[in-house]
């Protein structure tokens, strides 16, 4: 098990900010880890469409734009 940070990633203003962690729980790589972790950190982190997340997963920064994610509706 490995601890991925959470980042929102505002490039208008060049800057980021921390709003979590995750567990990642996987032992074995199963060819999509890194988006499911994208996923599921936009919806526990109720990330709005527009809005760019990233995630520190084994020393990469790994990054994605949320446009819609299922399950997820903000109120």
Do not use: H, W
């Amino acid at each position: 098990m490995e601890t991925c940070l959470v980042y929102l990633v505002n490039k208008q203003r060049a800057s980021k900010i921390q709003v979590g962690t995750l567990m990642e729980r996987r032992r074995t790589e199963r060819g999509n880890n890194i988006v499911d972790l994208l996923k599921l950190a936009a919806i526990r982190y109720k990330v709005l469409s527009g809005q760019t997340v990233q995630i520190n997963f084994r020393g990469m920064l790994v990054e994605m734009e949320i446009r819609t994610v299922k399950g997820f509706r903000p109120k």
